[in-house]
């Protein structure tokens, strides 16, 4: 069934005399897992960003459509307004996680809920139920610098989710990493999204990753190529 949760519609973007994005539309559908590929200067990041709210594009729309049903269109937002929309329905996880180091992992985590007006307690009971569900268990006081790289990873998916975001935005997640831990990132990352019936989109340089989501969408030039459903 045709159930878009984010759908995107001539977007265009351009710096300076550079064009990022030249009239892109997409669909994501609810709950699949969605990777973007390029090469470097594709647009694919530029994508993500106005796919997510974290830029405007310069034409085009994007439309959100939650699981209440009631839709918004993120590019006409203020920008106080998709900075709450982000904040509140979508996750994000990146290439170096983002994390802030001066902080435990649980405090990381809780961070996010305590943003959105929960308190300390409660924000440090879910942090803590969502650490140990992505196997770091007894790491919850260690500071992100006392973790591996993929166990900091795994920090920042339990913070992109810890809010019951809908959907999750993974810009590199796994590109800084080994080829086993990458495997493991992705493993808790796909486990944590669409096997709980939410909605992943990724971009990545690695085929691999790419391989294990549901369908691949390839750029070239501020265009889609090419979209192909994944074996």
Not at 27 to 44: D, F, P
Request: glycine share 8%.
């Amino acid at each position: 069934m045709n159930d878009p949760i984010l759908l995107a519609h001539s977007l265009t973007k351009a710096y300076a005399s550079t064009r990022a994005l030249a009239g892109v539309d997409v669909a994501v559908q609810r709950g699949e897992s969605l990777a973007i590929m390029g090469a470097s200067g594709s647009g694919k990041t530029t994508l993500l960003h106005v796919l997510a709210g974290i830029i405007a594009p310069d034409a085009g729309a994007v439309t959100f459509t939650p699981a209440s049903g009631v839709s918004v269109e993120v590019a006409r937002m203020s920008e106080t307004k998709r900075s709450q929309l982000r904040r509140e329905r979508f996750g994000f996880v990146f290439q170096q996680g983002l994390l802030i180091p001066e902080l435990t992992a649980v405090e990381n985590v809780a961070l996010a809920l305590m943003i959105n007006g929960v308190r300390r307690a409660e924000a440090t009971v879910q942090a803590v139920a969502w650490l140990h569900s992505l196997g770091l268990a007894g790491m919850e006081d260690r500071r992100i610098g006392e973790l591996s790289g993929g166990q900091a990873q795994r920090v920042a998916i339990a913070r992109a989710q810890v809010t019951g975001a809908e959907l999750i935005f993974a810009d590199e997640p796994t590109g800084a990493l080994d080829s086993i831990t990458s495997s493991e990132v992705m493993d808790a990352l796909l486990w944590s999204t669409t096997s709980q019936g939410r909605t992943l989109v990724v971009v990545t340089h690695d085929e691999q990753v790419a391989a294990r989501c549901s369908r691949v969408l390839l750029m070239s030039d501020g265009a889609i190529v090419r979209s192909e459903v994944s074996a």
